[in-house]
Nanobody
Framework: QVHLAESGGGLVQPGGSLRLSCGAS????????MAWFRQAAGKEREGVAS???????RYADFVKGRFTISQDNADSNLYLQMNNLKPEATAMYYC???????????????????????WGQGTQVTVSV
């Protein structure tokens, strides 16, 4: 059974940085796309960044140039480096992945994780003075 676990969230001042990590059980090549999502209080969940098994990345417009997604294929870890954080980045951040066998999944192309995809429990990021 696949297990995703996020870490690295916390309280940071505007303009500051955080690095989120997602540890995944299983081999990285068990997954097709891995991605970060976030959900702020009272708002819908939205895609932040994604990376496929070949390393191709995609970012939401609101984080381009400030956030960087990366992966460590050796241990299946996923990272999100967040710089120049703004108060509107305050949210619960989730790691997600879809299984490699689902070649039709649109997690990376449309930030749409299939029903049989995998999710972590989330890590809270708060950007405030």
């Amino acid at each position: 059974q696949v297990h995703l676990a996020e870490s690295g969230g916390g309280l940071v001042q505007p303009g500051g940085s955080l690095r989120l990590s997602c540890g995944a059980s299983g081999n990285r090549y068990s997954f097709g796309c891995m991605a970060w999502f976030r959900q702020a209080a009272g708002k819908e969940r939205e895609g932040v960044a994604s990376i496929d098994k070949d390393g191709k990345t995609r970012y939401a417009d609101f984080v381009k140039g400030r956030f960087t997604i990366s992966q460590d294929n050796a241990d299946s870890n996923l990272y999100l480096q967040m710089n120049n954080l703004k108060p509107e980045a305050t949210a619960m951040y989730y790691c997600a992945a879809d299984p490699l066998w689902n070649t039709a999944a649109t997690t990376c192309s449309e930030f749409d994780v299939p029903p049989h995809g995998y999710w972590g429990q989330g890590t809270q990021v708060t950007v405030s003075v």
